[in-house]
């Protein structure tokens, strides 16, 4: 038996499913847009954002909004948060561009501690400025003595005074006042760190470490500065201020046994050679490295 439909057949079960679907999508819920907090971000993302932060300091030099910014991950210490973030990508071979713009905004946020962020501000609050009231000196405007204005004639006065002109009293120029600029401790721009002491210690509990703490001239730390080790065949690059629990002027770098490792600092400045870990000895009597301990002050 032959049954000849046609065409029409086909053209109804193709209009009715498109009038399901349409229908379908029509009765579904939209989905509703939620704004987000960045401190409920996945892990990965908060670096992202983190990195972001310290790239927008890079370029506006902003510190106050940057610290808002981070404010918003909800840390308790973003510093920190930057320095685990360095290592990170230090162990991920990072470029050391891209690692030196967090430790810029490190290095920034330890050493102006009192540019904090308003806890009513957003994310895009401008930088607080700092006012000005004991700074500024009270200008004293001398006093000009007023002239009495002239008596008016009128129909009923039985004279007419003959107006004169008075002059108007010029006043002294005013003093211009001078600021006195508040004295602040800084240390040389440039100058280069020098090694002030050369140590070991044996510490089984943190063997074959290279230990560094830098000062400026003010006997601070200086966190935020490149390290470069060099050994045969290898480089390493890491900063100081990422171990805050110790110093912010603190750094180290894992030793090997046996190989002679060079420290550069101050871009190549300074450079220490013939480090190589001293052997130990345990109560137990097994040998173990031992630790290299160096400070460096900038003059």
């Given at each position: 038996m032959n049954d000849h439909r046609g065409p029409w057949f086909i053209l109804t079960g193709l209009l009715l499913g498109i009038g399901i679907g349409i229908g379908?999508?029509?009765g579904m819920?939209?989905?509703q847009p939620v704004?987000?907090?960045p401190a409920s971000l996945r892990y990965d993302f908060k670096d992202e954002y983190r990195y972001m932060i310290a790239a927008a300091y890079a370029i506006s030099g902003d510190l106050g909004r940057a610290q808002a910014r981070l404010a918003t991950l909800n840390e308790s210490d973003p510093v920190q948060s930057l320095g685990e973030q360095a290592q990170r990508m230090l162990a991920q071979n990072s470029s050391i561009e891209r690692v030196r713009i967090l430790a810029n905004?490190?290095?920034a946020i330890q050493s102006q501690?009192?540019?904090t962020p308003s806890p009513q501000g957003g994310a895009d609050s401008p930088s607080?400025?700092?006012p000005l009231n004991e700074a500024s000196p009270t200008l004293e405007l001398p006093t000009a003595t007023p002239t009495p204005e002239p008596i008016e004639a009128t129909a009923d006065s039985r004279f007419t005074p003959t107006p004169t002109d008075t002059p108007f009293p010029t006043l002294p120029p005013l003093p211009t006042a001078t600021l006195r600029p508040t004295r602040t401790a800084t240390s040389t721009p440039g100058a280069p760190f020098t090694l002030v002491n050369q140590s070991t210690a044996c510490d089984p509990q943190q063997p074959g470490l290279l230990k560094v703490n830098l000062q400026n001239a003010l006997g601070q730390p200086?966190?935020?500065q490149e390290l470069v080790i060099t050994w045969f065949g290898g480089e390493e690059h890491f900063f100081t201020g990422f171990k805050n629990e110790i110093s912010p002027g603190y750094a180290d770098f894992t030793l090997a046994s046996g190989i002679e490792y060079a420290l550069s600092l101050s871009e190549g400045q300074t450079r220490i050679t013939g480090l190589i870990a001293p052997s130990c000895t345990g109560e137990d009597g097994k040998?173990?490295?031992g630790s290299i301990l160096l400070e460096f002050r900038q003059p």
């Open positions: 379908i999508a029509w819920p939209q989905a704004d987000t907090s905004l490190s290095e501690p009192q540019a607080p400025v700092t200086a966190p935020g040998p173990y490295l």
